[in-house]
């Protein structure tokens, strides 16, 4: 089985609103709802886990109901830290299926998911047991001490940027966390970071320009742009 995992712990205070982003409405649409439907939609996603700022349990079941999202399976509080948040949701997921089953932990803002790119995580990570969602660095990379100045480069052609989803099977998954907890990592900034500090190899799927994380109000102005672009041939 395939299960996404959507993380929607996080206050978002950088969007200076005062309701949490993922529930910020689009088009008369709340945020996540665009990335719950879009693995609802999915012919390979067989379950949805919400990981959920507490408060925004029963508002987000009445969406679920509304936009007819029925492979949700459950809502779990998030944590203190994205680390923390995504061990909840795992372990509350592990609790119901196989060790050997796909999670795919993905963010809810980031609502321009692509079938394309949840079908290249699922195939990766069969293939190679994980999968990270990358994208190329097309930018001149920079280094700096001060944070204000730069004498040096760093090539481009070595990085890779990376979005969600991130999949795992779930006793991988749950091993890292296991691991993590015992070695005292505890704010990992994301599941590719933690399985790398914890000297674990991962495998890159492909991902997009357009799978873009919402994190401030001009994200925003590009997400409703993205929306009503008739013409994005030029923007795959």
């Known amino acids: 089985m395939n299960i996404a995992i959507i993380i929607a712990g996080g206050s978002g205070a950088r969007m200076q609103q005062d309701i949490p982003k993922q529930f910020l409405n689009v088009f008369d649409k709340p945020v996540i709802l665009y990335t719950l439907e879009a693995f609802q939609n999915h012919p390979e996603i067989d379950a949805i886990e919400v990981v959920c700022i507490e408060g925004w349990h029963e508002i987000l079941r009445a969406y679920c109901k509304q ?32 060790d050997d089953d796909i999670v795919l932990i993905h963010d809810s803002i980031r609502p321009m998911i692509s079938d394309k790119i949840i079908s290249d995580c699922i ?9 990270i969602t990358v994208i190329p660095c097309a930018e001149a990379m920079l280094t700096t001490t001060d944070g204000k100045s730069s004498d040096d480069l760093y090539d481009r052609d070595s990085l890779k940027r990376t979005q969600t989803p991130q999949a795992f099977r779930i006793g991988d998954l749950a091993s890292a966390h296991e691991e993590a907890q015992q070695k005292g990592i505890t704010n990992s900034i994301a599941s590719c970071t933690l399985f790398v500090e914890l000297g674990r190899k991962v495998w890159f799927s492909a991902g997009s320009e357009k799978n873009v994380k919402l994190t401030t109000p001009e994200d925003i102005e590009i ?5 009503t672009c008739k013409k994005e041939s030029w923007f795959k």
């Open 123 to 131: 195939s990766v990570c069969r293939q190679h047991g994980n999968a």
């Open 67 to 98: 936009f007819n999202i029925t492979k949700l399976e459950n809502i779990v509080n998030g944590g203190k830290c994205g680390q923390e948040s995504i061990r909840n949701g795992l372990m509350d997921v592990r609790s119901r299926h196989k």
């Open 223 to 227: 997400f409703k742009a993205l929306l």
